[in-house]
């Protein structure tokens, strides 16, 4: 799928995308015409009663950009941001995640 932020290829491994993607789809076989604008590259689950979040780029080559983490191994609580440029351009976030459904 289009990365809609960034240009090129991405993957949006949630249900919304795939469901959005199915309703294009189904439009042009029937002769409507829709385009997919796109999305984010991020996946978010529950593994174990653990929230997890990812979204976009999670490595940069050496000396671009900042990485900020913090964890709690105890706590199952974990998170990366990485920035570029002044802007976030990645996360993790592993444990509390707000509005997580258990």
């Known amino acids: 799928m289009?990365?809609?932020l960034q240009g090129g290829k991405s993957v949006s491994a949630l249900w919304p995308t795939a469901?959005?993607?199915g309703i294009?789809?189904?439009c042009n076989?029937?002769?409507?015409k829709r385009s997919n604008p796109g999305a984010l590259a991020l996946?978010?689950?529950?593994?174990c009663g653990v929230g997890l979040?990812?979204?976009r780029?999670?490595?940069?080559?050496?000396g671009e950009?900042?990485?900020?983490?913090a964890m709690e191994p105890k706590r199952n609580f974990y998170r990366k941001f990485v920035i570029k440029d002044g802007s976030l351009i990645g996360m993790i976030m592993v444990g509390k995640i707000e509005g997580q459904v258990s």
């Open 2 to 4: 289009d990365d809609f």
């Open 57 to 62: 780029i999670m490595n940069l080559p050496h």
């Open 24 to 26: 294009i789809a189904d």
């Open 43 to 47: 996946n978010s689950a529950v593994i």
């Open 65 to 69: 950009g900042i990485v900020l983490k």
């Open 29 to 32: 076989m029937a002769g409507v």
């Open 19 to 21: 469901t959005e993607q």
């Open 53 to 55: 979040i990812s979204v």
